[in-house]
């Protein structure tokens, strides 16, 4: 695709972990698509057929869309082609009080204007504070354009984009019939199945599964805590709780609940909320204090000050590159004002220059603290080291041995 103005749909902030996968499917369908990124670096790491990310598949969609010249892709938004779907992928946090940006929006939004022809379907992609899409509406209005606004969240779990855009129903909204009936047409293609909703309600939506996740996790991190102080196995206990009993059966294990969506979203929801809603605000300080919880086991059992620690997983998440808001880095913080030292590794993340290799942490380290659940570590040697793994990944229990009686 030479012309970049000819493209079927621009996805802006498209060199993203939402835009990217997304570009890559629809070019995989077969719709020629631009990516209008400011992130130059990242762009031509996509152009050489490179992914900057991991995402399960993307690779071989990457080649395809090159190969077929189907993929454009630019940092100059007056090369934004004039007509069809125009989605906006970029980020949307909250401030350092917990507010959502609004400005981060707004600022965005403002450099596209002079680019948005009323031609466009403008299809919102990131998570969005509650009014958000109305809001917008409005203020393209007065802006004097005619544009159509849909809200269609992302909802795929971090590194499973294109496999789960494939998989999972599309929640459709938009500010008018003409913008629904527009993005149903652009979303068909690649989903399943949609389920239409008022623009409030989609907002809702997004934010409600982001921070019911997040409150699950904080129930088992909340439970391991009490368990753990009072003296109890918590795997023992939770393999009780749902070893063949179906009401308790998706209760998660405990872990570090982090990454760049659950805590954010959840707090958007509270500044929504007035900041009354307390089950979220729960929530962020129990996920938030099991690292702290940690820190003060290791010290009640070690002397902190003279030990070596080493940390073994920096990502968010495990098998994933990305250390975007990964508590990793809040234990590292935590641990540089106690412990002698801290060393650290990870088999996947790349831009954290301070990591060392895997071998020369467990080796130095007086102490292991298993931070994120990577395969990797699964029969990892830790040559007789003290390792606090709350996940149970490299400490393994075994629940079997407390099953008596025949099945
Ligand atoms: N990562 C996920 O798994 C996930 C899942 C569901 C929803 N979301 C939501 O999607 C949104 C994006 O998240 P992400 O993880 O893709 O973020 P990201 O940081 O990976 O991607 C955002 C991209 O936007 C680009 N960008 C920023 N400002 C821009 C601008 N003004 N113009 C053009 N490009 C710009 C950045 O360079 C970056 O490439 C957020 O609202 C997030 O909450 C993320």
Redesign the pocket.
């Known amino acids: 695709m030479t012309d970049k103005k000819n493209a079927d749909v621009c996805i ?9 996968p997304m570009a890559l499917s629809f070019a995989n369908a077969g719709s020629r698509v631009q990516i ?4 130059e670096k ?1 762009l031509a790491t996509i152009a050489s057929g490179t992914m900057p ?1 991991v995402d399960d598949g993307a690779e071989a969609y990457l080649r395809h869309a090159l190969d077929n010249d189907l993929l454009t892709l630019t ?1 100059d ?1 007056a090369d934004i082609t004039p007509t069809g779907a125009l989605v906006i ?5 909250v401030d350092e009080f917990l507010n959502p940006s609004h400005s ?1 929006v707004k ?2 939004i403002d ?2 204007i002079p680019h948005i022809t009323d031609a466009h379907l403008i299809v919102l ?4 504070y509650p009014g958000t899409t109305e809001w917008l509406h409005r203020y393209l209005q007065e802006c004097g354009k005619k544009t159509r606004i849909s809200f269609c ?7 499973r ?1 294109i496999k789960e855009l494939s998989e999972l129903p599309q929640i459709i909204s938009g500010t008018s019939d003409a913008a629904v009936a527009e993005a149903m047409t652009f979303f068909a293609p690649v989903v399943p199945e949609m389920i239409e909703m008022a623009p409030l309600e989609a907002e809702f939506v ?1 934010l409600f599964d ?1 921070s019911y996740r997040y409150i699950e996790f904080a129930i088992a991190n909340q439970f391991y805590m009490l368990a753990d102080q009072a003296g109890a196995d918590y795997s023992k206990i939770h393999f009780g709780m749902t070893h063949r009993y179906e009401r308790a059966k998706h209760m998660p294990r405990p872990g570090y609940t982090a ?3 659950l805590f ?2 959840t707090m958007q929801i509270a500044a929504f909320a007035r900041n009354q809603f307390s089950l979220g605000h729960s929530a962020m300080l129990v996920n938030e204090g099991l690292v702290l919880y940690m820190i003060e086991k290791i010290a009640a059992e070690h002397d902190l000050a003279n030990i070596t620690v080493g940390l073994l997983g920096m990502a968010f998440k495990a098998n994933s590159d ?1 250390m ?1 808001a990964s508590l990793s880095y809040k234990m590292k913080k935590h641990l540089m004002m106690r412990a002698k030292a801290v060393l650290t590794s990870d088999p996947y993340v790349q831009e954290d220059p301070n990591l060392l290799p895997l071998d020369e942490v467990v080796e130095k380290s007086d102490v292991l603290i298993l931070c994120t659940p990577h395969a990797d570590y699964r029969d990892l040697d830790v040559k007789g080291k003290p390792v606090f793994d709350v996940w149970n990944h490299v400490v393994r229990p075994t629940p079997t041995e407390v099953i008596k009686g025949s099945a």
């Open positions: 802006v902030g498209g060199a993203g972990h939402v835009g990217l209008y990124d400011i992130n990242t990310f940092a938004p992928t970029i980020g949307t946090p981060a600022s965005s450099a596209l992609r990131s998570t969005l969240p992302e909802r795929s779990v971090q590194g984009a997004k982001n990454g760049p969506c954010k979203d990305d975007r």
